[in-house]
């Protein structure tokens, strides 16, 4: 089922062109007579149907007549408009009885691609406007497919909360199920598709631990027919799904030549020659590689001004940074035995890693996490560790941002979702516990986003939406440690759509407020009635590079309640009721009030968040109403103590 739209630049509001409708069908007839009937489907209320004679033990394609849909409403990917999807039931009718049905979502949208001359990319447009791609890879479901549809969603919600618009399902995995899809339509996760073969096994690289050489496995799999069958099923399967945007051969390398040749010239063209095909992953048809290596990376911790200043691959399928969850997770599936703190040694560059921490693919942290202080224990290390978690992943979206159209059309991180209890590139963990990676993206990606450069100090905003925003008015103030605050600039700001603007550079400034013990740097875009659009605040490093004043920073206060909004959703207040220092970096968590073990998966509106002196924040955390009756919400951060609330009914 296809439903294209002429090229057209469509917006989320107001009036559309038709869209044109083109629906078939497989029916089979099992029976040892010819059986007639009708194919039907009713689409927002309109009957469409096609007469059909089928011969005995046999199957054809039907192809129903083309129906024109007026002014539909179409899907966006998240942050664009909204997901709209049309219910379509299909059914086969005969002898007046309905002998076959099947009830589907289909939304309406138009994918097209284009050359980036500036970048040297591909870009994508969705009906018709030039999308940004902020993206995360998928690595599987579950080895045995046992994840269920609330799983699902629950994973790609996340994604959504991370405002991300796009899902690569990584190529070492299989074409992901129908369940998948659906959480995608949904939250407005364009998805990347691979088909299986990754460069890990296909014989992309010399590899001694492999039995075959490398032209054996270049021609894996090892039966080519069935692999181009298995293909064209999971096609069918997926190919109605409006959130399916791109098609790939493969991992990192194409797949044997035969395959790819049907896959281009045969399979797609016959089966679904409404998306995207790309041979590879991070194939010079979608990113011109002019920097040498293999056309994605880097994958480990950077300096932050690496991320803006440091040009990488111009659509690139995979660049990451580290992922260690809080206390809490990790000692979930780390034995106590083996809390053992990383110790970087500066002179060689290596880290001491525990084996079960290697095990579970640790990736170090270098001297990121000493500049908060030496760790003293695994809890203190895993808390500065979300300070880095927050500032790795907001830099690297950032980053991408303040270049996009200029060096980039868009990135998928490495990676945002794991298939076991892994220690990498880890925005929530395998029991769907979420950490500051996931916040920092949530800030970073946000659709209205003001930034900064922390190399020549410019304020940015990235505007990722279709509309103007003018009228706004930018404030960027600094806060000591003890909370005293110092308006740098108000100056009024606006900003065309779908693009990175530059506005001025506070880097004199703030390097002398910073120098001694570091400050925070709070920036704000305000409406005409001071509401606030976007915040972002800061924490930067003193001369050193340390945080010494953090190491120090005072008590703060913060007053919270919560209540319940409905049921499944708990609004709290949090409020920095005195005159003095920040309410660092809070993290909130909803919980068994007498366990205090974390209600999972739970979502929250925002987390690790800043309360600035006498500022209100209020968070929205929604979770399964059937989950437990009995919550209380936790409350804790760089300079409060942690405590426990009650929710009042």
């Given at each position: 089922m296809w439903l294209p739209l002429f090229r057209v630049f469509c917006q989320p509001e107001g009036a559309q062109q038709p869209a044109i409708v083109q629906v078939s069908a497989e029916v089979e007839n099992a029976t040892g007579a010819a059986v007639s009937g009708t194919l039907q489907y009713n689409l927002d209320g309109k009957l469409v149907s096609q007469p059909v004679t089928l011969k005995a033990n046999s199957k054809q394609e039907v192809k129903l007549a083309d129906y024109s849909l007026k002014n539909p409403k179409l899907w966006w990917p998240n942050g664009y408009g909204p997901q709209n999807l049309y219910k379509l039931n299909l059914q086969f009718v005969a002898g007046g009885k309905v002998s076959d049905q099947k009830n589907i979502e289909v939304g309406v949208r138009q994918i097209t691609t284009e050359w980036n001359s500036k970048t040297e990319s591909r870009q994508v447009n969705v009906n018709g406007q030039k999308v940004f791609i902020k993206g995360g890879n998928w690595i599987i479901s579950d080895q045995m497919l046992r994840f269920s549809d609330v799983r699902y969603d629950a994973e790609v919600r996340f994604h959504r909360d991370m405002n991300l618009n796009l899902i690569r399902v990584w190529g070492g995995a299989l074409i992901e199920r129908p369940e998948f899809y659906e959480a995608c339509d949904k939250y407005g996760m364009l998805v990347f598709q691979d088909m299986w073969g990754s460069g890990d096994c296909n014989g992309r690289w010399i590899d001694p631990m492999k039995a075959d050489d490398q032209w054996t496995r270049r021609k894996y799999p090892d039966d080519h027919d069935l692999y181009l069958k298995s293909v064209a099923d999971q096609v069918k399967l997926v190919r109605n799904f409006p959130s399916l945007a791109i098609w790939c051969g493969g991992n990192e390398i194409t797949p044997p030549e035969d395959i790819f040749a049907a896959l281009r010239d045969t399979i797609m063209p016959k089966l679904d020659n409404t998306r995207w095909f790309i041979p590879y992953s991070n194939s010079e048809e979608m990113s011109r590689n002019v920097q040498g290596g293999n056309g994605d990376g880097p994958y480990g911790i950077q300096s932050l001004t690496t991320f803006w200043d440091h040009q990488t691959y111009p659509f690139n399928s995979e660049v990451g940074s580290v992922g260690v969850s809080d206390y809490e997770s990790l000692k979930r599936f780390i034995p106590a035995e083996n809390m053992v703190v990383p110790e970087f040694d500066a002179s060689t560059g290596k880290t001491k890693t525990d084996p079960v921490w290697e095990y579970h693919k640790y990736i170090g942290y270098d001297g990121f996490v000493d500049k908060y202080g030496k760790a003293k224990n695994v809890e203190d290390f895993a808390t500065k560790a979300q300070l880095v978690n927050y500032d790795q992943y907001r830099a690297l979206m950032e980053g991408f941002s303040s270049h996009m159209w200029d060096w980039y059309t868009g990135t998928i991180i490495w990676k945002t979702q794991n298939p076991w209890t892994a220690m990498r590139g880890q925005m929530y963990d395998y029991y769907l516990d979420p950490n500051a990676c996931l916040y920092g993206l949530h800030n970073g990606s946000e659709p209205l986003h003001i930034m900064y450069n922390q190399t020549d100090g410019m304020v940015m905003v990235a505007n990722n939406t279709f509309k103007t925003h003018s009228n706004m008015l930018l404030v960027a103030k600094t806060y000591d440690m003890d909370g005293k605050e110092k308006v740098l600039t108000k100056v009024f700001?606006?900003?065309?759509?779908?693009?990175?603007?530059?506005?001025?550079?506070?880097?004199?400034?703030?390097?002398?407020?910073?120098?001694?013990?570091?400050?925070?740097?709070?920036?704000?875009?305000?409406?005409?009635?001071?509401?606030?659009?976007?915040?972002?605040?800061?924490?930067?490093?003193?001369?050193?590079?340390?945080?010494?004043?953090?190491?120090?920073?005072?008590?703060?206060?913060?007053?919270?309640?919560?209540?319940?909004?409905?049921?499944?959703?708990?609004?709290?207040?949090?409020?920095?009721?005195?005159?003095?220092?920040?309410?660092?970096?809070?993290?909130?968590?909803?919980?068994?009030?007498?366990?205090?073990?974390?209600i999972l998966p739970a979502f929250y509106s925002d987390n690790y968040v800043t309360v600035l002196p006498g500022q209100t924040k209020k968070v929205v955390i929604d979770h399964n109403p059937g989950a437990d009756k009995n919550l209380a919400v936790t409350i804790g951060g760089w300079n409060i103590a942690e405590r426990t609330i009650s929710i009042d009914k």
């Open positions: 700001a606006d900003v065309t759509p779908t693009t990175t603007k530059r506005y001025l550079s506070l880097k004199h400034e703030i390097e002398k407020e910073a120098k001694d013990k570091g400050v925070f740097l709070c920036l704000q875009l305000l409406k005409s009635d001071k509401e606030v659009i976007s915040e972002n605040i800061y924490w930067l490093p003193d001369a050193n590079g340390d945080f010494s004043g953090l190491q120090k920073m005072p008590k703060g206060t913060l007053g919270a309640s919560a209540k319940y909004l409905k049921n499944g959703k708990v609004e709290v207040t949090l409020t920095n009721e005195g005159d003095g220092a920040l309410a660092f970096f809070n993290r909130l968590s909803l919980v068994n009030a007498e366990t205090k073990q974390r």
